[in-house]
């Protein structure tokens, strides 16, 4: 199966708002609410920043939020600090095997 | 505090077999679906396959049907992910997740590193 698609990388400067894209198909992104996004340090396991297109989870700070028009998915970064530097990666469950697939990631680099 | 510790690295020469494990503690093993997760070196994420340990329905990621078998022992909360003959390709760091339901999972195991070398 194909993985959602993402910008390879992204980047911004302290404070500043970035976005980063998910797109999909009906199949995947379009037709469901199950789309979540990670968060990954070099050396480290994902971690569950946004999940159903827009929840948080307890403990994820508010700087992140998610959204989802047609097949494309977003989640955008407010407020850029430092530590926001890492990977990201969207998901989302798909009707072809009935499991999740996930993007290819995005690199975000804080100037 | 829900954890996943998963059992540590691994070197295999091709066509070994292996067996990784994942064992949860904190919350209820029998309501929660454990998935399989493989990252490549340098590489993303891509899902491997699924099991809801309650009643052992598994599902698997087409690309991975066949080459390995997950299942989950829930008398000591325990998932597995087992080769039967490995290749130079299965090296990478495989992590197990927690899944409520069968997309979305919450917590991670920190990743168990394979390396298959001759």
């Known amino acids: 199966q194909s993985a959602l698609t993402q910008p390879a990388s992204v980047s911004g400067s302290p404070g500043q708002s970035i976005t980063i894209s998910c797109t999909g198909t009906?199949?995947?992104?379009?037709?469901?609410?199950?789309v979540s996004w990670y968060q990954q340090h070099p050396g480290k396991a994902p971690k569950l920043l946004i999940y159903?297109?827009?929840n948080r989870p307890s403990g994820v700070s508010n700087r992140f939020s998610g959204s989802k028009s047609g097949n494309t998915a977003s989640l955008t970064i407010s407020g850029l600090q430092a530590e926001d530097e890492a990977d990201y990666y969207c998901?989302?469950?798909?009707?072809?095997?009935?499991?999740?697939?996930f993007g290819g990631g995005t690199k975000v680099t804080v100037l | 505090e829900v954890q996943l510790v998963q059992s540590g690295a691994e070197v295999k020469k091709p066509g070994e077999s292996l067996k990784i494990s994942c064992k949860a503690s904190?919350?209820?093993?029998?309501?929660?679906?454990i998935g399989w997760v493989r990252q490549m070196p340098g590489k993303g994420l891509e899902w491997m396959g699924i099991?809801?340990?309650?009643?052992?329905?598994?599902r698997y990621n087409p690309s991975f049907q066949g080459q390995v078998n997950i299942s989950a022992d829930k008398s000591i909360n325990t998932a597995y992910l087992q080769w039967s003959s490995l290749r130079a390709s299965d090296t990478a760091m495989y992590y197990c997740?927690?899944?409520?339901?069968?997309?979305?999972?919450?917590?991670w195991g920190q990743g168990t590193q394979v390396i298959v070398a001759s």
């Open positions: 998901s989302s469950y798909t009707a072809i095997s009935a499991l999740e697939v």
């Open positions: 009906r199949s995947d992104v379009g037709g469901y609410k199950y």
């Open positions: 159903d297109v827009s």
């Open positions: 904190g919350y209820s093993f029998t309501d929660y679906w």
């Open positions: 099991i809801y340990v309650h009643d052992s329905d598994t």
């Open positions: 997740a927690r899944s409520p339901t069968v997309t979305t999972p919450d917590s």
